[in-house]
């Protein structure tokens, strides 16, 4: 079964970050505005199959993404959701973050 991360070009549109090692995307529903993807561009299921470089890497983008939405929505504070398998909530078999900015009365 393809990858829904992997092979999408409905992602292009929502694209906001893309390197060797990270992809970051607006999520397709979206609990909060600014609610965000992250997740690396290799395939793994499993934060144990990340190598370091990938894993300092999404934490390095998180960083970044963090102090751009709190200038540009005005974020109060983060929510992140990293689920890892069906049982924890993993909906797409490709490990990612959400990350979702949370702004005082938000009701997401």
Known sequence: MP????NNPALV????YKDDVVF???DNMPIVPGHLLVWPVRHVTSIDDLRADELQ???????VLKNALKKMCGAEGFNYAWNEGVLAGQSVPHLHVHMLPRRSGDTG
């Not at 990858?3 to 992997?6: L, N, T, Y």
């Not at 549109?13 to 906001?16: A, D, F, L, N, T």
């Open 57 to 63: 890497a999404i934490h390095s983008r998180l960083v």
């Open 3 to 6: 990858c829904e991360f992997c």
């Open 13 to 16: 549109s929502r694209i906001v």
């Open 24 to 26: 970051v995307v607006v």
